[in-house]
Every structure is written in structure tokens, then in C-alpha cells.
């Protein structure tokens, strides 16, 4: 029972909407299995024998809809998330075949845990019906509910960029209003009355809003009507409190209030957005990359894929490389015969290793250290280097001073080469190289750090101590170290500043934990990463595949990796071949 008080201040008792439940199925059922929603209101008021006190409350901010009408909608929503009734028309409700007509054995109590899909039995029915779980389930909701109550009126909505600083446009205002209105969205971790930092956060936001004009802040905290006042009046203020005056129980969008998670899902999944869509995130995430070069605030992280087209092989290959070496280590003694020694070679080339990391843990065994550093060394360089590669040259170009800002503020690597070093002094770029705990940054150079060890071209200039990340070892000893420098770098690197990665496959594991550890809650993914998109042939698994299917399934794909990516701070900006990068760097230069 939940308190409300009548016109006359008194007192009354208000069912929740979970003791609706099984009220709901009985007046179902005396309908025969078909019922508007009037007459199960009726009925379950009824069934309920609710006194007038209680049926005459209103629902707060409603002129039409009682509070007891209100929850017991709330107890259809939940009865059709768990599968027991639907609508089979609009306005009319009835069983699906899941309900086998025994009443006494529905467990509401089972109901709930389900339709949530959670074990915390303690939450009251308020935060059960109001528990904004991310800033991505919040924000989803809140478009769909200005969606919904735009279109009563048919006054558009459109989303907007980032960098004018609100989330969506209303052109024809909302509601009564009839004045442009933008909208800016802010996600508190924590829902409780004047959340600390919401008055600070929501000025600069309000701050940094393009033009004047009416502002419409929506706000999943509580906000007392002494921080209301502090705005200007052209400010809008729709707080928790006024949200639930507007949310329809069995609205779409409520699924963001009682399973987020489900629902974030199927948004994922069902997300359909046009190529013109797509390519117009491209463009404002560019745009906010070259704003943040303008700024100093770049650090670049540099995977294995801006050395390949240098001549440096990708790792698979340079694992198979050494793993060749070891044989041939190995067989030596065993009087092989030519053809024999090139059929282990062969063996050797074709091994589709399980586990890359394990093989590695055994070569690198196999080996003294200084062994396997020459090993590993020659492997790099055997082949033609070429330095004049179009991705090494934009990477250069942006690496430069320029007159009135700096662009790129430092460098993370994991590659153990030292084709961009070589590319920097071609250009007469001067870069400082830490590789190690003891290496020290200097301020009027740019700093490159080799996070996962340096070896370079010439031997004698190898460090003593490269600090290889290569094998199992290795990782599980970074995994280990959540203080060494290398961990430390590329955690301070995400936290403080912009990150473009370039050539990176990102399925490295410790680097994913690192992003997840930087990513703050509720904030909007600020880094970047070029990722070429994954092309479907016609045929998957010996099957055809039907082209429209084989659509279908290339957008979801993208849909998930880009919510997954997002999840770890991460925007992603597609491509379909790796010669498109050094066009969009040299776009920072214009």
C-alpha cells in the first residue's frame, strides 16, 4: 500500500500496481478472454472492492487518468512483458497461450523478477518503476517519450551534433509551446534530490548551446524548486518527478524503465539507420577529432596496422616466423634431409595456432634472452622496408608543429618497430622514444611510448631491457602490474586526453580492460577509432545467402560492434579500405 491525500488532506491507502496483477487476469477472465480497457478497469476496481476515496485520486500532472487507473496499467504492461496477455486489437486486450486459466498458481512475485530480470527483491515499487539503469537506456527513453508526445501534436523532432551543444531540436516547440526549443539531455549515476554536481553540470552544458532561445533540460535526478529557480525562465526543467507525469505505462519505451538492458539490446539489433544517417556521424566525429587536434588534446595509439604496407609483418606472422625458427632449432640433430627440413617448415607455416600467446610462451622458452631478442629482431626487418608508405607520410604530417598550435600531443605504440621513428627523422621531426620505467618525457619534443617494448632497425641501439609484451607471460605479467608505466600511460592517456586509434584491431584484452576502466559513466564516448567494416560474402557457412537477408545481418553486425565499442568510450569511425585514413588526417591540416 502506498499513502496519497485527498482534497481534504486525509489520508488513503493506494494499492500498488503489482497487487493489480492477479485482479487483472480475473476480470480477464469473466470477460470471456476479451475486454476493452475500460471494462477491465471496471472490473479490477470491482474484483478489488477499492472505496470512492481511493478511485477518485488523480494521477499526478493528469486531469484525466485516475492513480489507481494509472497502476493498474502499470499491471498490464507487466502481465504482457511476461507473457500472459496481449492485445489482440487495438484498445482490446486478451490471453496468449501461455496462460492455462489457474490463477491460484500465478506468483506475482515471479512476475516481477522476470519482467526485470533481476534477484533484488527489496526495491520498492517507485524505484521499480523508475530506475534509469545507464545514461544510454536513459537517453533512448527520453527521444522516444519526445517522440511520443510530439507526434499527438505532429511538431517534429530532429537530433542534432554534438559540438552545438544540445541533443535534439524541437522546431515547433512541445506540448502548449509553440517555440523552438532544444533540448539538451543529462544522466546522473545517482537519481536522488539535487544530485551533487547537477547545477554545475547543467550550466556549462547550457553554456555551451549554440544561440539563445527557449532550453529544455531533462534531467533523470530530482531537482527541488530552489535549484529551479536558479535558472533563467527561458529554461525548462522536466526533472524525474515531471517525467513520470508523462510516461505512459504502456507506452514502447517503458521497456528502458523495467528490463534497460533488454531493451538496449533489441534497440541494437532492430537499429536501422540509412547510409546518409551513418555518414553524417562520420563527419561530426571527424570534425570533433580535428577540434580536439586544434587543442593539443590528440594522442595517438598505433597498432600493427600502420607498419604493414612499411613491410613489417602483422603479428600472426611474425609468430609463424619464430615458430619456424624454433623447429628448425629443434631438428637440427636429427639428420633431416632438405626435403624433409622444408615440409616442417611448411607444417610449421600453415599451423593454425589456437591460442597465438601459448605458442609464443614456448618459443620464447625455447630461447636465451638474447637469443630470442635477435630472433624476434630479425623477423621484424627481413623483409623490404619501405618507409613511403601514405598512412606513415599522414601520420608525419600531423606529427608536426604548426604554426599557432602543436596538433598531435603524443604518441602510444604497440609496435615494436621503428618505422615511424625513421619516417619522424626523414622529416626532421624531433620525437623523444620511452620504452621503459626510466625513460623520462620531454616537453619540447614529441614523446613516443612503446608500451609493449621497442626494437629497433639497428641492433646496437636495441635497449637492454626491450620490454616485449608478446607472449602469455607477458600479458598475465601486465595483468598483473595494474601500477606498471605501461598500464599507467595508457590509462592517463585516456583519461585526460582525445585517443584516435589507428591500425588497431582492438581485440587486445588488456587494452579493452583499460578502456572499460577509463570509460566514466553516464559520459558520451569521447575517443576514436578507425575500423575497416566486415564484408559478408554471398555465401557463409556453404549456404547462399539471400542479399537482402545478407543486408539485414551486415547492419546488425555493425550495430553490436558499435554499441560494444561505445560501451568502452569508444566511437567508431568505418571504413572499407585503409587508403581512406591518410585523406581524413590530412583533413586536420585544412
Known amino acids: 500500500m502506498f499513502f496519497y491525500f485527498d482534497e481534504n488532506d486525509n489520508k488513503v491507502q493506494v494499492p500498488g500496481f503489482e497487487q493489480t496483477i492477479k485482479p487483472i487476469l480475473m476480470a480477464l477472465k469473466e470477460k470471456e478472454g476479451r475486454a476493452t480497457i475500460m471494462e477491465l478497469n471496471e472490473a479490477v476496481t470491482r474484483i478489488m472492492n477499492l472505496p470512492e476515496d481511493v478511485l477518485r485520486i488523480t494521477h499526478k500532472g ?7 487507473e494509472y497502476r493498474i496499467a502499470w499491471g498490464r504492461t507487466y502481465l504482457k512483458k511476461y507473457g500472459l496477455i496481449t492485445n489482440i486489437s487495438r484498445g482490446i486486450w486478451g490471453f496468449t497461450d501461455k496462460f492455462d486459466g489457474n490463477i491460484d498458481k500465478i506468483d506475482v512475485e515471479e512476475i516481477l523478477r522476470k519482467v526485470r530480470s533481476e534477484n533484488d527483491d527489496s526495491k520498492s515499487e517507485k524505484d521499480a518503476l523508475t530506475a534509469f539503469e545507464s545514461a544510454l537506456a536513459f537517453e533512448n527513453m527520453v527521444r522516444a517519450l519526445l517522440q511520443e508526445l510530439t507526434g499527438e501534436n505532429k511538431k517534429p523532432v530532429f537530433s542534432t551534433s554534438a559540438d552545438l551543444g544540445y541533443d535534439l531540436i524541437l522546431p515547433e516547440g512541445i506540448e502548449e509551446s509553440h517555440e523552438e526549443t532544444k ?5 546522473m549515476s545517482t537519481s536522488k534530490k539535487n544530485s551533487p554536481g547537477f547545477y554545475e553540470r547543467a550550466k556549462k552544458k547550457i553554456g ?16 527541488d524548486e530552489a ?9 525548462v526543467i522536466w526533472d524525474k518527478e515531471e517525467l513520470l507525469k508523462r510516461i505512459e505505462p504502456e507506452a514502447s519505451y517503458v521497456q528502458y524503465l523495467i528490463n534497460p538492458q533488454q531493451a538496449l539490446i533489441e534497440d541494437v539489433v532492430s537499429q536501422n539507420s540509412s547510409d546518409q544517417q551513418s555518414g553524417i556521424e562520420q563527419d561530426r566525429y571527424i570534425k570533433q577529432i580535428k577540434a580536439a587536434f586544434r587543442n593539443q588534446d590528440v594522442v595517438l595509439f598505433l597498432g600493427a596496422g600502420i607498419s604493414i604496407d612499411g613491410g613489417v609483418p602483422l603479428w600472426g606472422t611474425l609468430i609463424k616466423t619464430l615458430h619456424v625458427y624454433m623447429l628448425e632449432r629443434l631438428t637440427k640433430d636429427k639428420a633431416l634431409s632438405f626435403k624433409q627440413q622444408e615440409m616442417i617448415k611448411e607444417l610449421a607455416s600453415d599451423n593454425e595456432m589456437e591460442s597465438p600467446l601459448i605458442q609464443m610462451r614456448y618459443i620464447r622458452a625455447e630461447f636465451s634472452d638474447e637469443e630470442y631478442y635477435k630472433l624476434v629482431h630479425s623477423a621484424l626487418y627481413n623483409g623490404d622496408i619501405n618507409l613511403d608508405t601514405a598512412l606513415l607520410d599522414a601520420i608525419a604530417r600531423i606529427s608536426t608543429p604548426q604554426r599557432g598550435y602543436s596538433g598531435i600531443k603524443s604518441i602510444i605504440t604497440y609496435n615494436f618497430d621503428d618505422l615511424l621513428e625513421r619516417k619522424l627523422r626523414q622529416k626532421d621531426i624531433q620525437y623523444n622514444i620511452i620504452s621503459g620505467q626510466g625513460d623520462r618525457q620531454l616537453v619540447d619534443k614529441l614523446n613516443i611510448y612503446h608500451v609493449h617494448g621497442y626494437l629497433p632497425s639497428e641492433f646496437t641501439d636495441v635497449p637492454d631491457e626491450p620490454n616485449l609484451i608478446f607472449s602469455e607471460e607477458d600479458y598475465h605479467r601486465v595483468y598483473r602490474d595494474a601500477y606498471s608505466w605501461s598500464n599507467l600511460t595508457q ?12 591500425g588497431c584491431s582492438l581485440t587486445d584484452p588488456n587494452l579493452r580492460r583499460l578502456l572499460d576502466v577509463a570509460a566514466r559513466s553516464g559520459e558520451t564516448p569521447r575517443h576514436y577509432a578507425f575500423l575497416r567494416r566486415k564484408r559478408f560474402g554471398s555465401k557463409e557457412k ?8 545478407m543486408g539485414l545481418y551486415q547492419k546488425i553486425d555493425n550495430n553490436i560492434k558499435k554499441a560494444y565499442y561505445q560501451k568502452l ?13 591518410p585523406v581524413i588526417l590530412d583533413g586536420f591540416l585544412r
Open 62 to 68: 493528469s486531469g484525466k487518468q485516475s492513480e489507481m
Open 183 to 187: 533540448c539538451i539531455i543529462i544522466y
Open 208 to 223: 555551451n548551446c549554440v544561440g539563445d532561445g527557449k532550453v529544455l533540460l531533462i534531467t533523470n535526478a530530482v531537482v
Open 227 to 235: 535549484v529551479k529557480n536558479n535558472f533563467d525562465k527561458n529554461i
Open 491 to 502: 590509462l592517463n592517456a585516456l583519461r585526460e586526453n582525445t585517443g584516435l586509434f589507428i
Open 542 to 549: 556453404g549456404q547462399t545467402v539471400n542479399k537482402d537477408m
Open 569 to 581: 568510450g569508444l566511437n567508431i569511425i568505418w571504413i572499407d579500405n585503409f587508403d581512406e585514413i
